[in-house]
């Protein structure tokens, strides 16, 4: 894999490629121009290093190869970045089998028929006198024509083979071809009918823009209300946001995402200029979902669920689906009994928009723009919002109820990692049941010490391991290892916060080759319970070969006591080449950036050899003895 991705690299040059979508000029070197991840208008701050063929931003701390560019722009995983890139490259991956073939003519045939019924669809609606009904439902919402062309949205006729006829006499296609698409159903006593049959219909379009499936509204009396396409080839509803292709640059430049409930909210949302709104398709929001928001590298998450009791459920369990999902770190928590313990500490803040009582954010937002971006600007963190919600149907006034209220939010106030936050919301629990707060603190729940996984023995590659191998089959094997790892790297950079400018301390850094930076980040979303084996044996097969394979990598028995001190050295020779990768790129940005800069500058690279010196010390691993001679100085 990695003689592929370096193939990649080799035939993608990076400055051409960003450049495409970047305005860059040259400036020594390097170029440099506004960074495509956030707000940067003023002075750029994003630089692409040729020598290097990578790139970085002084402002929001982006950085890395065309591979990490094109995921994070695009938000694609690893796997659709390295089909594109080698595409455009011209590197075969694999040769491709019959099945592959099938497979893909059929995924084509698909899509041609979604985009051909959204055709049909739409027609019906703003042509067709059957479409009247339709047209006075879209008018009522208040959808403009702009809005409902962008949306693509349709009317399904209330007949039996309305479409159906259109595309197999009009257009050729197969009856099965049509119900494989999931828009038409197939008989007992033989032949099809449509799926969807007097609804207003919206495409269901993926992150490239590509229809996948339909949603349809009834505008009569049929049941259910609203009903989206079976799963297909091309779609599953658990991982998939409505209006996510609408709303990625939105979410990426305001670096926040509003998960609402509804079609018709993200329809008004974006018309009205709210383009970082999206919604889940008449599902629970899933740890999928979560891994669509972590793509897009987003700072804040806001729930806007609706307020009834069904309203709060959902959020409920949409705040548990996050806090299990979202990208965290271990941080160090001091206790009251003296010692230390690590607690993981969410990286995206969470909130939750207050919808007033009987309003969906599309009437908000039509009856007043200034009132829903105020219910935005206003929304309470979410411990706030559990404190309400778990003691809204208790009696407060009681001693029972006071103890349940505790008992409810006790385990959640336990998880709470900043003390400062926690305190907080201690105080607001204490004057709520009006008990006292050091009798709330001492109810607080211990966290449990999470063990971990068991070992997985895989087959030995051929291959001798590098450092990189070693690292990564540790982390995924070991929590010890990373909370280690992690506060060791914390701890190093403390004493240089300029070099926190360009180093931001997160193991993905630690990882050169794309691929173990890949597996490395698809591995921070799953569960903490998760098996490595199995999952390793379930990625696809780009990354599985080597997921598997640094899990193969066996401690020696008689030094598994020296594991976290061996990781912990390797962890310091890494830190060194990614500082020194660092130290070789900037220097040459010294005489390029402005003179009001230059001081800021030469400070941040002398930090920088400050930092390579103070982690030029070596602490011998005399378990792993070949891993200094693998680290070329």
Not at 379 to 404: C, H, N, Q, V, W
Not at 604 to 611: C, D, E, K, T, V
Request: glycine share 8%; with cysteine; charged share 25%.
């Amino acid at each position: 894999m990695s003689n592929v991705t370096d193939q990649i690299k080799e035939r993608i040059d990076v400055v051409e490629f960003i450049g495409q979508h970047v305005n860059l000029r040259k400036s020594g070197r390097n170029y440099v121009g506004f960074c495509p991840f956030h707000p940067n208008t003023k002075t750029p701050a994003f630089y692409v290093f040729p020598e290097t063929q990578s790139y970085h931003c002084f402002g929001c701390k982006a950085s890395g190869t065309v591979f990490d560019f094109l995921m994070q722009r695009e938000g694609l995983d690893f796997h659709g970045a390295l089909e594109q890139l080698a595409q455009r490259a011209g590197v075969q991956l694999k040769e491709r089998t019959e099945e592959d073939n099938q497979q893909e003519h059929q995924r084509t045939r698909l899509l041609e028929i979604n985009a051909a019924a959204a055709t049909f669809f739409q027609h019906m609606l703003l042509k067709s006198p059957r479409g009247e009904g339709a047209r006075a439902y879209v008018a009522k919402r208040q959808i403009d024509q702009a809005t409902l062309e962008s949306f693509q949205l349709g009317y399904s006729p209330d007949e039996w083979s309305a479409l159906l006829g259109y595309l197999t006499d009009r257009k050729g296609f197969e009856p099965e071809e049509i119900e494989a698409a999931g828009l038409a159903i197939k008989r007992d006593q033989g032949g099809y009918y449509d799926r969807f049959r007097g609804r207003l219909m919206f495409p269901i379009r993926n992150a490239k823009g590509e229809i996948i499936a339909f949603g349809g509204r009834a505008l009569g009396d049929a049941q259910p209300k609203y009903m989206n396409s079976p799963q297909t080839p091309l779609f599953d509803k658990g991982r998939v946001l409505y209006g996510l292709d609408l709303a990625r640059e939105a979410v990426r430049a305001s670096q926040s995402i509003v998960i609402v409930e509804g079609y018709v909210d993200v329809i008004i949302a974006h018309q009205y200029g709210f383009r970082n709104v999206v919604a889940p398709l008449g599902t629970a929001l899933t740890s999928e979902h979560v891994g669509v928001v972590k793509k897009l590298q987003t700072r804040r998450v806001y729930l806007a669920l609706d307020a009834d009791a069904a309203g709060v459920k959902a959020t409920l369990k949409g705040l548990q689906t996050l806090r299990e999902n979202l990208d965290g770190h271990e941080v160090p928590v001091p206790t009251p009994q003296g010692y230390i313990r690590w607690e993981r500490e969410i990286e995206a803040e969470v909130r939750i928009i207050a919808m007033p009582d009987g309003k969906d954010p599309d009437e908000v937002i039509g009856g007043n723009p200034a009132e829903w971006r105020a219910l935005v600007e206003a929304a309470r963190p979410a411990m706030e919002f559990y404190i309400g919600a778990l003691t809204a149907d208790l009696d407060l006034a009681s001693a029972k109820g006071k103890a349940e209220a505790v008992a409810r939010l006790g385990p959640l106030l336990a998880q709470v990692v900043n003390p400062v936050e926690q305190a907080h919301h201690i105080q607001q629990l204490a004057r709520l049941v009006q008990v006292e707060e050091h009798i709330i603190r001492q109810g607080l729940p211990r966290p449990e010490r999470k063990a971990a996984p068991p070992k997985s023995i895989i087959g030995l590659a051929s291959a001798p391991p590098s450092q990189e191998d070693h690292m990564l089959g540790w982390l995924l094997r070991y929590p010890a290892v990373r909370t280690a790892v992690q506060e060791k790297i914390r701890r190093d950079l403390l004493p240089f916060p300029l070099v926190g400018e360009i180093i931001q301390g997160t193991l993905s850094e630690l990882f050169g080759r794309v691929d173990n930076r890949a597996i490395w980040q698809a591995w921070q979303q799953e569960p903490a319970a998760t098996s490595p084996a199995e999952w390793a044996a379930a990625l696809d097969s780009p990354l599985r070969e080597q997921a598997e394979r640094v899990l193969g990598l066996e401690l020696p028995q008689s030094q598994a006591y020296r594991l976290v001190n061996d990781a912990l050295e390797c962890a310091r020779m890494l830190q060194l080449d990614l500082a020194r990768r660092w130290k070789n790129s900037i220097k040459h940005t010294l005489l390029d950036v402005d003179e009001s800069q230059q001081l800021a500058a030469h400070e941040r690279h002398n930090q920088l050899i400050g930092y390579i010196d103070a982690l030029s010390v070596p602490k011998r691993s005399s378990a792993y003895d070949d891993l200094h001679s693998l680290h070329v100085v």
